[in-house]
Nanobody
Framework: QVQLVESGGRLVQAGDSLTLSCTVS??????MGWFRQAPGKEREFVAG????????YYADSVKGRLTISRDNAKNTVYLKMSSLKPEDTAVYYC?????????????????WGQGTQVTVSS
């Protein structure tokens, strides 16, 4: 059984930093993505990383502020967020796929976590 469990979301102030974690079980290897859904908006791609860690992908809106990384020995993927803005407020989801064909799109991932809430106050 494949499970993805996110953690780390909380209330922070604008300008703060925060790191989200996603622990995966049940997959031998996988590409990973982070997505987010703000209130009243559709879920959007934030960042992605290949199993090897050699390729990473970012949405233009977060480049330079968010960094995706992984520790395969711990089956964990991280999303480090800095200089947070109120518009970063959203539920953040991690997603996994074995060899994703579309690493920046929802259709590229078959397994999803339940999400973790990040709220950035101004």
């Amino acid at each position: 059984q494949v499970q993805l469990v996110e953690s780390g979301g909380r209330l922070v102030q604008a300008g703060d930093s925060l790191t989200l974690s996603c622990t995966v079980s049940g997959l031998p290897f996988y590409d990973m993505g982070w997505f987010r859904q703000a209130p009243g908006k559709e879920r959007e791609f934030v960042a992605g990383i290949r199993w090897s860690g050699g390729s990473t992908y970012y949405a233009d809106s977060v480049k330079g502020r968010l960094t995706i990384s992984r520790d395969n020995a711990k089956n964990t993927v991280y999303l480090k967020m800095s200089s947070l803005k109120p518009e970063d407020t959203a539920v953040y989801y991690c997603a996994a796929s074995v060899r994703s064909t579309y690493p920046t799109e929802e259709r590229g991932y078959g397994y999803w976590g339940q999400g973790t809430q990040v709220t950035v106050s101004s």
